[in-house]
């Protein structure tokens, strides 16, 4: 069983940077892809970065050139470098896992975490 855990989040103004982090534990976690996702009140869930083992990285349009997803596969973490941030930046960050896939498809992936906040204020 894959655990997940994000942390990071907080409250920043905008134009400020924050670093997301999502220790991953429970199998080998070199053999998966690991994702981003977020989701405003009111909202669907939204892909936001993916990263697989290679390393190969995809982004949203909405933060290409500001976010960065990146892994350490030593530390079993995959970060969200996140610059540049916009009040609309504001949600529920989550991780999620999966052992090929790393797309935006939300039902595709098998192992979520609980989520860390982020609020731009503007």
């Known amino acids: 069983q894959v655990e997940l855990v994000e942390s990071g989040g907080g409250l920043v103004q905008a134009g400020d940077s924050l670093r997301l982090s999502c220790a991953f534990s429970?199998?080998?976690?070199?053999?998966?892809?690991v994702a981003w996702f977020r989701q405003a009140p009111g909202k669907e869930r939204e892909f936001v970065a993916g990263?697989?083992?290679?390393?190969?990285?995809t982004y949203a349009d909405s933060v290409k050139g500001r976010f960065t997803i990146s892994r350490d596969n030593a530390k079993n973490t995959v970060y969200l470098q996140m610059n540049s941030l916009k009040p609309e930046d504001t949600a529920v960050y989550l991780c999620a896992a999966d052992f090929q896939y790393m797309g935006p498809t939300v039902h595709e992936y098998d192992y979520w975490g609980q989520g860390t906040q982020v609020t731009v204020s503007s």
């Open positions: 990263i697989t083992w290679t390393p190969t990285t």
């Open positions: 429970g199998r080998t976690f070199s053999s998966y892809a």
